[in-house]
């Protein structure tokens, strides 16, 4: 038999509206790939990538909604045991960064208060058609106090960085709360 040679397992869920770039975040951390060509699901849940990080190899269970968002049903599903979320918004369409508030609702009634979130501006390469503005962002991070990172995934820009932030904030959640059992049980 073999034996999994992984420090954690996490998942990880993305979510945000429909069409904000989700699955071709996935797809770009999982495979380094783009297509143009819109793939509606990825036909799984969730993709798995491993990564090194902080001395630990981290195994990472990446879920993508498959063009479900708005079905209520999967929900209990969808974010059972999630350790993390990365909320996805279109940095070209200004409601998909209002609607970030409902999908952070929905992030902590079913999945669990008090998770990592990192909050994600998307096609950072349509630079022209912007209808987010900087100060927007920074009044919701605020508010929120959210970390912000603006990604490409057409591109390939700040994919990488982004799972890698959101794994180490889960990463460190961890170790604080194996640290506060110890210390609680001396
Ligand atoms: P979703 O999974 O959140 O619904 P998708 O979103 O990943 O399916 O992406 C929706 C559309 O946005 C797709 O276009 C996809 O190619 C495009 N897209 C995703 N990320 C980027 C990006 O970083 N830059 C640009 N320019 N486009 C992006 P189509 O036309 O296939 O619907
Ligand atoms: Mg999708």
Redesign the pocket.
């Known amino acids: 038999m073999s034996r999994e040679n992984f420090d954690y397992l996490f998942k990880i869920v993305l979510v945000?509206?429909?069409?904000?770039?989700?699955?071709?975040?996935t797809?770009r951390f999982a495979y380094g790939t783009?297509?143009?060509?819109?793939?509606?699901t990825l036909g799984v849940d969730f993709v798995v990538k491993t990564l090194a990080l902080n001395g630990h190899v981290i195994k990472l269970q990446v879920w993508?909604?498959a063009?479900q968002?708005r079905y209520a049903g999967i929900r209990p599903i969808y974010y059972r045991g999630a350790k993390g979320a990365v909320l996805?918004f279109?940095l070209t369409r200004k409601q998909s960064f209002l609607n970030v508030e409902k999908w952070v609702e929905q992030v902590q009634r079913y999945a669990s208060e008090g998770i990592p979130m990192v909050l994600v501006g998307?096609?950072?390469?349509?630079v022209d058609s912007y209808e987010v503005t900087s100060s927007d962002i920074e009044d919701m991070t605020t508010e929120k106090g959210l970390v912000y990172y603006e990604?490409?995934?057409?591109?390939n820009q700040g994919v990488n960085e982004t799972f890698r932030k959101i794994t180490e904030l889960i990463l460190q959640r961890e170790i604080d709360r194996k640290q506060s059992v110890l210390t609680e049980s001396k």
């Open positions: 945000g509206d429909a069409e904000v770039g989700k699955t071709s975040l797809t783009f297509t143009d060509q819109y793939i509606s993508d909604t063009g968002e996805v279109d998307n096609k950072l390469d349509l990604t490409s995934a057409k591109e």
